[in-house]
């Protein structure tokens, strides 16, 4: 198994990003989940006196789910207390779901070391075992195994989403005009390939020159302004290997080829990667089938399941899921219809498919819920490799997903992107697009982060900058 030769970030340096993260962000966290359960706890007290006389197992039913919540509740306020004080990682009690022993025989080779606390232990582990821990929590109470206490939040987010759902949808309606002549010009659909990138990169973060109209007279005048927006967020963008990856894709026309997304968020996020793939199946002869792979249970607050991936179709296709908005019209209401119509017949078709959905997906996808570094995915998870490895392109998506493929360990910022990702490098196409939300960076120039030091920016972990790295597979793949 690999071992980097530099150590991993953790919170025994208080100026870095996981120390503020044990000290504010999980606590908040956890707080969110304990103040979700009791207004869940209080709405079936409620409903216990409405329905008490006339449906007594109802009754009854509700209030063992109420007394398995305060036990959650109970569990959690120990976390919390326990975390704050530095105490030991206790080991992932058995709750008959994915990665039990795993998580605990790396915690027992932590408690070797003496790094089995919450502030002495590497962050990149406790950060997942927090999660395998909550999941633990719920899933050992009959009333509440398997449920997500992120949900409210990430549909409510979504909801917020629509005006720039909305203007999307019908900057990708005007595409469909111009498509048979689209996919011949390799020069316009570069101008598009990388405002895609950015769209997935940025989010609803950025005033993206995407959300234009592009009618076949619009295109062109992009490939003008389109260039000049580039450069102009070009100085947030500490690595760009945009022109790199689009220099491969080019390669791949006509051949079938298959890619393959590692999703991070729901919500908006997972709307852009949608968009995304369906401009490189629909738009372009490169790419001929998307698959999707999600986590397989509640994790880091935001990232898909499979429950999300699905509600997110469902949830498009609703006209009353978004909340009325002065800028829809019934002509962009009617552009995300068809747009995600088309998306459903591709899930129905196969052309989209979910990575639980494939043979023996379930199991490779456990492997992303893991604690684990990705450079030993071949070691770990030998299945998954050989299905990512006969892949066109694997696009991996957001600040986690970086860090494990980086494994989240001190690198200099300057040592190469395929140093970083040790033994997984050449594996496969791979594709990270990350705005940067962690310590770890790598493939950057020394005085380019020397100078933002010197400035003071938290350009580690703002948000604010960028990386797009990209690193062909093996030529003998």
């Not at 949808?169 to 010009?185: F, I, R, Y």
């Not at 469902?314 to 908005?325: G, I, K, M, V």
């Not at 459903?344 to 023996?360: E, R």
């Amino acid at each position: 198994m690999f071992q980097a030769p530099y150590p991993p970030y953790d919170p025994t340096d208080t100026s870095g990003f996981s120390y503020d993260t044990v000290v504010k962000r999980w606590p908040i966290i956890l707080t969110n989940i304990i103040d979700h359960v009791h207004r869940l706890l209080h709405d079936m007290t409620l409903e216990i006196q409405q329905v008490r006389d006339s449906d007594a197992s109802k009754a009854e039913e509700l209030s063992k789910k109420i007394t398995e919540g305060q036990e959650i509740i109970s569990e959690i306020s120990r976390l919390k207390y326990r975390m704050a004080r530095d105490h030991d990682l206790e080991n992932i009690p058995q709750d008959g779901d994915i990665l039990v022993a795993e998580y605990n025989a790396e915690l027992e080779s932590l408690k070797q070391t003496s790094r089995d606390t919450w502030f002495r232990s590497p962050w990149l582990y406790a950060e997942c075992y927090l999660y395998r821990l909550i999941r633990a929590y719920f899933n050992q109470r009959t009333s509440w195994r398997g449920y997500d206490p992120f949900s409210t939040q990430k549909e409510e987010m979504f909801k917020n989403s629509g005006a720039a759902i909305y203007q999307i949808a019908t900057t990708m309606h005007e595409l469909e005009s111009g498509k048979v002549k689209l996919q011949g010009d390799s020069d316009k659909l570069e101008v598009l390939f990388k405002e895609m990138i950015q769209m997935c990169l940025w989010g609803n973060a950025t005033d993206l020159s995407l959300l234009t109209h592009l009618s076949p007279s619009d295109i062109e005048h992009l490939q003008t302004v389109g260039k000049e927006a580039q450069e102009a967020r070009s100085d947030f963008i500490l690595k760009d290997d945009q022109g790199a990856v689009w220099s491969y894709i080019k390669t791949l026309a006509n051949q079938g080829k298959r890619l393959d997304f590692v999703l991070d968020n729901a919500g908006f996020e997972l709307f852009t990667d949608f968009v995304f793939a369906d401009f490189l199946v629909t738009y372009t002869p490169y790419f001929s089938q998307v698959v999707f792979h999600p986590k397989m249970f509640p994790w880091f607050v935001s990232d898909v399941t499979p429950t999300d991936f699905a509600n997110t179709i469902s949830s498009l296709l609703s006209p009353t899921f978004f909340p009325p908005n002065s800028t829809t019209t019934p002509d962009s209401v009617a552009y995300l219809q068809h747009m995600v119509t088309r998306w459903k017949d591709y899930i129905d078709k196969g052309i989209f498919t979910l990575a639980t959905d494939i043979s023996n997906g379930q199991k490779m996808t456990e492997f992303w819920n893991g604690p684990w570094p990705y450079w030993n995915m071949n070691e770990l998870a030998p299945e998954l490799g050989r299905w990512l490895s006969g892949s066109g392109l694997v696009i991996f998506k957001g600040d986690l997903n970086y860090r494990k493929l980086a494994g989240d360990v001190k690198w200099p910022v300057s040592t190469p992107f395929p140093t970083a990702i040790g033994p997984l490098a050449g594996s496969f196409p791979l594709l990270s697009l990350r705005t940067n939300k962690a310590d770890v960076a790598v493939g950057i120039d020394e005085k380019v982060a020397e100078n933002l030091d010197n400035k003071g920016e938290k350009w580690r972990t703002s948000g604010k900058y960028a990386l797009v790295s990209f690193l062909p597979g093996r030529i003998d793949q």
